[in-house]
């Protein structure tokens, strides 16, 4: 057995609604597997804050390490997207205000070491079921952008495992 990965989104309002997304569009309203051509971005503002997680299941010793970044895609003119990896927090409702959580912009290379939290550490790790602290991400779109889709984003979540067999 080895460990199963699988995102969790947090999303709505009040303590949100839990779902597992199949993907993680970025839109104006805030909601699980949205298409953002029926949720556009206004250029000059913002999309509504993602709040995911990482979900381990199955038989495994250890996860740590945890790594996030954009890994392909490029970004339009005027085109951000902000995130923090280590979120220990309570889920907050997600705005289109600009974040005051998600202020960094996403590493675009692999950044060799963890920097999504467990438990509020980076160093943290999961012996059992669990979910990393969350990722919170927000896309903001300046003023400047064209009009029309962005690129599409590929954010890689990379993380270590440990399986041991005691016979």
Do not use: H
Request: some cysteine; hydrophobic content about 40%.
């Amino acid at each position: 057995m080895v460990a199963t990965f699988a995102w969790s989104e947090t999303y709505g309002t009040g303590s949100g609604t839990v779902g597992t997304p199949t993907n993680l569009n970025f839109g104006s309203t805030s909601a699980i597997d949205l298409t953002p051509s029926t949720y556009p971005i206004t250029a000059g503002t913002n999309s509504y804050e993602k709040w995911v997680r990482g979900g381990f299941s199955g038989a495994f010793t250890r996860i740590d390490n945890i790594q996030f970044w954009k890994s392909a895609g490029a970004y339009v003119t005027a085109e951000a997207v902000k995130w923090l990896g280590a979120a220990n927090t309570a889920y907050t409702a997600s705005t289109t205000d600009t974040s005051s959580i998600a202020t960094v912009a996403v590493p675009t290379a692999d950044p060799a070491t963890a920097n999504v939290s467990i438990g509020g550490n980076l160093t943290g790790s999961l012996t059992a079921t669990g979910f990393t602290d969350y990722v919170v991400m927000q896309a903001q779109i300046g003023a400047t952008a064209s009009a029309g889709a962005v690129n599409q984003k590929t954010f890689t979540l990379q993380f270590d495992e440990v399986w041991c067999l005691i016979k």
